[in-house]
């Protein structure tokens, strides 16, 4: 018989989404009258916002006309978006041909690895967003799992002790690092400064950075750089994901963009863009002409003023979530500059606390230690969800808890 890719049977089951569904199930199945309330998923709640809405019909019944059809575009994205992603979100700072359009960003980072294999050596932060590490262990460079973590990943420790930010001395030598700003789970955005001393340290070391900026528009603070290249130096040693998934709600239309800045190389002395270039071409056909359509429709002035809008309303719950952990005592960072919230509870194990507030409050959370161990007394509150049931859910949360 056919043999199994040895990268799958390194990768442990997908445990934390899985396992939060099972908990919930069981929980509502002893008490079917209770009317359960997620502040626990990432994922978006609102409708559409009419401008991008009708961006996105508009795209789709032109395609049901002679003039208006098209087939495979190119691959790398329409020229139209590229020019204007480059130009809203990076300021022209970096060339429309540096931009490639995607399916979304977990896509894009699912297919990143293939450029620098399984030899490469990993660093995450840690807790960090599951699928840099479970995308490295795909290809290769996971290695087998330990317990607590995969023995090829260093995960450096992201806590209330370092201000959520990793010890730089401990970035691989010509190896890669993930960092997400807005973080997702624990909702802290790295400074300038932070940003300056890492691009300094990963171009000492030869260090390629995969910057996640997929909660970028939440940023508020206009101190906090919203792309590692606002950062000077970063041309040489980073790749940006980013997403319209959280800023306008494309999570299920998706659509997402890669740049790759033409100024990294390899150690041989190859561009990185050439090979991305490839890899967009040969194993993916391009994102859907439609989805595409909607994502410049968001970039006109009235699709700006809608992402804004959207992002604001999912600040404001994050700003009731906030208030009501404080009326509790319970210390917590983020929600200010990102749509997430994360709980301090000493002491107490993050599946503890998850089934405690399941159990008194009906509201589903997201154990911290489900990014990695550093998570472990940790809750992730997500802002995401109807006005009314965030409400409700802090109700409950200040009354019960
Ligand atoms: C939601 C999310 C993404 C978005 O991925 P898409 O595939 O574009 O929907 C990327 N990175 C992080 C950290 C996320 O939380």
């Not at 208030?323 to 919230?341: M, R, T, V």
Request: proline share 5%.
């Amino acid at each position: 018989m056919i043999k199994r890719n040895a990268c799958l049977s390194n990768l442990t089951a997908g445990y934390l989404f899985p396992e939060i569904g099972r908990r919930r199930r069981e929980f509502a199945a002893a008490h079917p009258e209770a009317r359960i309330i997620s502040l626990g998923i990432g994922n978006t709640t609102e409708p559409l916002t009419p401008h991008i809405d009708a961006g996105l019909v508009e795209g789709a019944r032109r395609l049901g006309t002679l003039e208006g059809y098209s087939g495979y575009g190119d691959e790398q994205g329409l020229t139209d978006l590229r020019e204007r992603i480059a130009a809203v979100f990076y300021d022209g700072k970096m060339a429309a041909d540096e931009v490639f359009v995607s399916d979304g960003a977990k896509c894009d980072i699912g297919r990143l690895q293939l450029l620098f294999g399984g030899n490469v050596e990993v660093a995450v932060q840690d807790p960090s967003y599951p699928v840099y590490v479970d995308g490295s262990v795909l290809i290769g460079a996971g290695g087998a799992w330990q317990g607590t973590g995969y023995a090829g990943i260093r995960y450096l420790p992201c806590t209330a002790a370092n201000d959520y930010f990793p010890d730089l001395a401990q970035l691989p030598t010509d190896g890669l690092f993930y960092f997400c700003s807005p973080n997702n789970p624990t909702g802290a955005v790295a400074s300038r400064a932070q940003l300056t001393a890492l691009v300094e340290a990963a171009r000492q070391r030869g260090t390629v950075i995969v910057f996640d900026a997929a909660y970028a528009e939440y940023i508020r603070d206009p101190a906090l750089p919203k792309s590692i290249f606002e950062i000077p130096g970063s041309r040489e040693c980073a790749i940006e994901v980013n997403s319209f998934s959280k800023p306008i709600g494309f999570t299920g239309v998706r659509l997402g963009w890669t740049v790759v800045p033409k100024e990294l190389k390899y150690a041989s002395g190859e561009t990185v863009w050439a090979d991305w270039n490839r890899i967009c071409t040969t194993v993916f056909n391009g994102a859907s002409n439609v989805a595409q359509y909607g994502g410049l429709a968001s970039l006109e002035p009235a699709g700006l003023k809608e992402m804004r809008e959207l992002t604001d309303f999912y600040l404001g719950n994050a700003a009731l979530i906030r208030a009501a952990l404080g009326e509790l005592g319970i210390s917590c960072i983020g929600g200010d500059n990102a749509p997430y919230l994360w709980a301090h509870f000493p002491g107490q194990a993050s599946w503890d606390v998850f089934a405690r507030i399941l159990e008194k409050c009906h509201v589903v959370t997201t154990p911290g230690s489900g990014f990695g161990p550093a998570g472990e007394g940790f809750i992730r509150f997500s802002a995401f969800g109807h006005r009314a049931d965030v409400e409700e859910a802090c109700r409950r949360l200040v009354e019960r808890l």
